[in-house]
């Protein structure tokens, strides 16, 4: 009996799992990362199919598919769940999973004890937090500590949006741009892999990526950052309006989603659907039977 074990090799060897190493080399090479959002196991099977390298359960999902008006509200398990079904529909790609607004402020315990939830409940590979601010940094450190990769994120934060005054770009003057530098440093230094850049000019992100060692993932921050990320439904188009001015939309799949229900709403109401092929068939004598009975009773 042949001692030699059934070895599978990769077709293509992008397609082995993405790890931290990979993504560190890849900045090493200049490769850009791709990176997109995720919430579900139809999208995370589109990513996946797709072969991206990062997909973030964003808490932009509250917005994407729950349906809230921003991402203050979404709830720890209600992420989760999400989580969890996105690591359902993928195989290779390094899964990044976002802390929810007030699931990591309180406390270094806090901010532990939830990354922990994500990497053993979902299957995450690491954990995003918003904001370079001293609580960030340090919660990004406990968690660090813990073991666990932490991405940070500046510039445009969500979750604080009220406080920078509404969804708009940061760093345009020279204090807010050396405040961006400032923020991704520490962050850094606190022991990040990695740090989003959202919604800051072009030249500043070009000029923070030269201070930092770790990835770097634009968006809305120009082309000078390692990777670059987007929202899965706005550059699916699964929604109404275009989104922010560094939207691409790539498709237009709500309009598409529209159609199609419009279109089978339409057939069920002439009669069209169902047809003949979509029905089961009963044995005439079978059916005789039962008629007989249904007569009978
Ligand atoms: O929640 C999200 O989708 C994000 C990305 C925009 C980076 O944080």
Same mark, same amino acid.
């Given at each position: 009996?042949?001692?030699?074990?059934?070895?599978?090799?990769?077709?293509?060897?992008?397609?082995?799992?993405?790890? &931290?190493?990979? &993504?560190?080399?890849?900045?090493?090479?200049?490769?850009?990362?791709?990176?997109?959002?995720?919430?579900?196991?139809?999208?995370?099977?589109?990513?996946?199919?797709? %072969?991206?390298?990062?997909?973030? /359960?964003?808490?932009? %999902?509250? $917005?994407?598919?729950?349906?809230?008006?921003?991402?203050?509200?979404?709830?720890?398990?209600?992420?989760?769940?999400?989580?969890?079904?996105?690591?359902?529909?993928?195989?290779?790609?390094?899964?990044?999973?976002?802390?929810?607004? @007030?699931?990591?402020?309180?406390?270094?315990? +806090?901010?532990?004890?939830?990354?922990?939830? *994500?990497?053993?409940?979902?299957? !995450?590979?690491?954990?995003?937090?918003?904001?370079?601010?001293? #609580?960030? /940094?340090?919660?990004?450190?406990?968690?660090?500590?813990?073991?666990?990769?932490?991405? @940070?994120?500046? %510039?445009?934060?969500?979750?604080?949006?009220? !406080?920078?005054?509404?969804?708009?770009?940061?760093?345009?003057?020279?204090?807010?741009?050396?405040?961006?530098?400032? +923020?991704?440093?520490?962050?850094?230094?606190?022991?990040?892999?990695?740090?989003? *850049?959202?919604?800051?000019?072009?030249?500043?992100?070009?000029?923070?990526?030269?201070? &930092?060692?770790?990835?770097?993932?634009?968006?809305?921050?120009?082309?000078?950052?390692?990777?670059?990320?987007?929202?899965?439904?706005?550059?699916?188009?699964?929604?109404?309006?275009?989104?922010?001015?560094?939207?691409?939309?790539?498709?237009?799949?709500?309009?598409? $989603?529209?159609?199609?229900? %419009?279109?089978?709403?339409?057939?069920?109401?002439?009669?069209?659907?169902?047809?003949?092929?979509?029905?089961?068939?009963?044995?005439?004598?079978?059916?005789?039977? *039962?008629?007989? #009975?249904?007569?009978?009773?």
């Amino acid at each position: 009996m042949s001692t030699m074990r059934n070895i599978t090799v990769p077709a293509d060897a992008s397609r082995l799992p993405v790890t &931290l190493p990979r &993504l560190a080399e890849k900045k090493r090479l200049g490769e850009p990362v791709v990176m997109v959002t995720a919430y579900d196991y139809p999208s995370a099977l589109a990513v996946d199919k797709a %072969g991206v390298d990062v997909v973030l /359960v964003g808490d932009s %999902g509250a $917005m994407t598919v729950l349906g809230y008006p921003s991402t203050v509200a979404v709830e720890l398990d209600e992420l989760l769940v999400l989580a969890k079904a996105v690591r359902r529909g993928l195989t290779t790609p390094f899964m990044v999973a976002d802390l929810p607004f @007030g699931s990591y402020e309180v406390s270094d315990e +806090q901010a532990v004890t939830t990354a922990f939830r *994500f990497i053993k409940e979902s299957g !995450a590979d690491a954990v995003k937090l918003e904001g370079g601010g001293e #609580t960030s /940094v340090a919660r990004a450190r406990a968690i660090v500590n813990a073991g666990i990769p932490v991405m @940070g994120h500046v %510039g445009l934060t969500p979750q604080t949006s009220t !406080a920078l005054g509404g969804y708009r770009a940061q760093g345009r003057t020279a204090e807010a741009a050396a405040e961006v530098a400032r +923020q991704s440093i520490a962050l850094q230094d606190a022991g990040c892999f990695s740090v989003v *850049f959202e919604a800051i000019p072009s030249a500043v992100a070009e000029a923070v990526c030269e201070k &930092l060692d770790i990835l770097v993932i634009g968006i809305g921050a120009g082309p000078a950052p390692d990777g670059q990320v987007l929202v899965f439904h706005d550059l699916l188009g699964i929604r109404e309006g275009r989104g922010a001015r560094f939207v691409q939309r790539y498709a237009d799949i709500l309009d598409e $989603m529209v159609a199609g229900v %419009g279109a089978y709403a339409d057939d069920v109401r002439a009669r069209r659907y169902p047809g003949p092929d979509h029905g089961y068939s009963i044995p005439d004598e079978e059916l005789a039977t *039962f008629r007989k #009975t249904l007569a009978d009773a």
